[in-house]
């Protein structure tokens, strides 16, 4: 038996309206959770690091060259980078995005960008994946070091 020929009982709903009036609500409340706060307070690092100013080249500057420390980093959630040192003087940048299930990683320590969703861990070198379960590296991103700041390339 269709809707159609359902007979209509005043304050009765069929299935079919019930579980579509379900759907758009579910939509509703997802879309309002995935909306973003830009403009309303500036971008600082996840860290608590100082906030993004602009250097001499016009860049957002992320962090300093003294923020990240020699044989790890810092994750920079909110403008999408983590940023290593994995040598004195020499700073690597990659997606913060874990390539298992798309957790945000969450921190640099011992030698290894780590994500705690799922324990995997990547290099600090070459985002090389050291653990899983993931089995693709994080993707790089190229830095622009400029003095003491680094930003985006």
Do not use: W
């Not at 809707?3 to 019930?18: C, F, H, I, K, S």
């Not at 909306?35 to 608590?48: R, Y």
């Not at 030698?111 to 799922?118: A, L, P, R, Y």
Request: proline fraction near 7%; include cysteine; hydrophobic fraction near 35%.
């Amino acid at each position: 038996m269709t809707d159609d020929q359902v007979p209509t009982v005043p304050g009765v709903q069929t299935r079919r309206a019930l579980l579509a009036g379900a759907g758009v609500v579910g939509a509703a409340v997802l879309l309002t959770a995935c909306g973003d706060d830009s403009g309303d307070e500036p971008a600082t690092p996840a860290t608590g690091g100082p906030a993004a100013t602009t250097g001499g080249s016009g860049a957002a500057a992320i962090a300093r060259t003294g923020d990240i420390p020699v044989g790890g980093g810092q994750v920079y959630a909110a403008q999408g980078v983590v940023i290593t040192q994995p040598t004195a003087g020499e700073f690597k940048g990659f997606d913060p995005i874990c390539t298992h299930q798309g957790c945000p990683v969450s921190n640099v320590d011992g030698g290894t960008i780590n994500c705690t969703c799922h324990n995997s861990k990547f290099a600090i070198t070459d985002g090389a994946v050291k653990q899983g379960p993931a089995t693709q590296p994080l993707a790089a991103k190229e830095l622009k070091v400029d003095g003491d700041q680094i930003s985006l390339a």
